[in-house]
């Protein structure tokens, strides 16, 4: 690893440590104990769709849902970052976060048992991403990353993940393509960049700012034809688990089984549960558990190489 890499990396973990300091403070103090029923909920999600208008109708839906259902009005409360969604959680500001793996690794490594799952979609316990390229590469389908690898080798690209902290967009990506060539992107591509978002990954590789990137299925699947085949698919990954809907403790096992029932019982029966699952590309929200997710947070503790 060089000593970019390796000071990148410690920046990040010590920038964790301190949020994860102050969380643990916060948590630790007796407005952190079970509360009576509150007034209102705050639900938060990181926003890896890069139209916040879109997050902010869409959430909506989810929040009103979600409070008819267990009578206390529910609010969505968008932020700028992953890392902001997780802090928000953590300190009590938001009550309930949509998180990918890696967000909500970050959680429980802030929160301990103070986080709870409450639930994921049906296709977050074998989730994939794509890696995509703009045909002007001349790539198509690639049998492997080494491939991937080999045919980038010279030619002067440039490829670009979403968010850093995001689990289909970065890291899961970069895993994959470091366990299957030894190197990480940056030794086989000009630069690596982080876009933020999975729709402006796919945009930035269509209109050729960059010649190659990574993002979740979901986001590809949901672009128009056009940008599809602006920047189209070359590899598949293998499959992972990813989302999960994830509340705090603190509201008390009756609330949280209201909650959980609320949302594993959304169908597509209604305008507003066709509305969610259609936005959140789901059949259903199914069962899970906080166990599914501590491969994660035991990857983040080995000091994985997330890039410089």
């Not at 407005?31 to 990181?46: F, M, N």
């Not at 080999?150 to 993940?161: D, I, L, Q, R, V």
């Not at 000009?190 to 933020?196: D, K, N, P, Q």
């Not at 603190?250 to 019982?265: E, M, R, S, T, Y």
């Amino acid at each position: 690893m060089s000593l970019l890499k390796s000071a990148a990396r410690r920046g990040f973990l010590m920038s964790f440590a301190v949020l994860a300091a102050t969380a643990s403070f916060i948590l630790a103090t007796p407005h952190a104990q079970a509360q009576p029923r509150p007034a209102k909920l705050i639900i938060t999600a990181i926003p890896d769709d890069g139209d916040a208008d879109r997050m902010r109708e869409n959430f909506g839906a989810l929040a009103r849902h979600l409070g008819d259902a267990v009578g206390i009005p529910v609010e969505y409360m968008h932020v700028e970052n992953y890392a902001a969604s997780v802090t928000a959680l953590a300190t009590g500001r938001a009550h309930i976060a949509w998180l990918g793996a890696v967000t909500t690794a970050q959680a429980r490594m802030m929160m301990g048992e103070q986080l709870v799952v409450l639930g994921c979609r049906d296709i977050d316990k074998g989730f994939v991403s794509y890696f995509i390229a703009n045909p002007a590469t001349g790539l198509t389908q690639v049998d492997s990353l080494a491939e991937l690898a080999g045919s980038a080798e010279g030619k002067g690209w440039s490829f670009t993940f979403g968010s850093k902290s995001s689990t289909s967009g970065h890291m899961m990506p970069r895993k994959f393509f470091q366990d299957e060539t030894g190197a990480g992107p940056e030794s086989v591509f000009r630069t690596v960049a982080y876009s933020g978002s999975h729709d402006v990954v796919m945009q930035m590789v269509a209109d050729g700012t960059h010649q190659v990137g990574a993002l979740n299925y979901a986001s590809w699947d949901k672009a128009s034809d056009e940008l599809k085949a602006r920047a189209p698919i070359i590899y598949t990954t293998p499959p992972f688990t990813n989302y999960a809907l994830t509340a705090r403790a603190d509201l008390g096992p009756d609330l949280l089984a209201a909650l959980k029932a609320a949302l594993l019982g959304i169908d597509d029966g209604t305008e507003e549960g066709k509305r969610i699952l259609g936005y959140l590309k789901a059949g259903q929200f199914i069962d899970a558990d906080i166990a599914e997710w501590m491969g994660y947070v035991e990857l983040l503790e080995s000091g994985i190489d997330i890039g410089g």
